[in-house]
């Protein structure tokens, strides 16, 4: 049996590396090396009560996510079986926005989410798989008065 040389083993390492990146396999895919996404969402406070009020916001991304003056983002508080009205806000071209969400009345206690749409984490990669969204955690909990 014939040995290979270290270059020819590089090279095969190499070919498998790039076939990996360029098929979005690995944990460092296609999503990490093409894709600026916004900086994390804040929600406050963290449990509130139906009919109570939420501040939604972000602050601006490390990288440039290409929006031009009135790109806007749209919101919802969302929880099994419910969804509020979308609410939309402006965005500046860093990603950076505040804006306040009522939690409808009927919504009953539980885990719930702020879903922003309106970001590149809307379309992640160019598969049409989705990545995890552009969510934060909320809590619905009736106050205790």
């Given at each position: ?5 270290s270059?020819?083993?590089?090279a095969?390492a190499?070919a498998?590396a790039v076939a990996?990146v360029?098929s ?10 093409r ?10 406070p ?5 009919g ?11 990288c440039?996510?290409?929006?031009q003056?009135g ?8 929880v099994?079986?419910h ?10 071209a860093s990603g950076?926005f505040?804006a ?5 009345a009927?919504f ?5 989410a702020?879903v922003?749409?309106g970001?590149p984490y ?6 049409g798989a989705?990545?995890a969204?552009?969510?934060?955690a ?5 106050s205790s008065?």
């Amino acid at each position: 049996m014939r040995r290979r040389g270290s270059a020819g083993v590089l090279a095969v390492a190499v070919a498998v590396a790039v076939a990996t990146v360029l098929s979005g396999c690995s944990g460092f895919g296609a999503i990490t090396l093409r894709t600026c996404l916004p900086a994390r969402l804040h929600v406050a406070p963290a449990i509130a009560a139906p009919g109570g009020a939420v501040t939604v916001s972000s602050g601006p991304a490390d990288c440039d996510l290409g929006y031009q003056d009135g790109h806007v983002y749209t919101l919802s508080i969302v929880v099994p079986r419910h969804r509020s009205p979308a609410e939309t806000v402006t965005v500046d071209a860093s990603g950076r926005f505040t804006a306040t969400l009522t939690v409808p009345a009927e919504f009953p206690e539980g885990d719930a989410a702020v879903v922003v749409d309106g970001s590149p984490y809307d379309h992640c990669d160019d598969t049409g798989a989705s990545c995890a969204g552009y969510t934060a955690a909320l809590a619905i909990r009736r106050s205790s008065d």
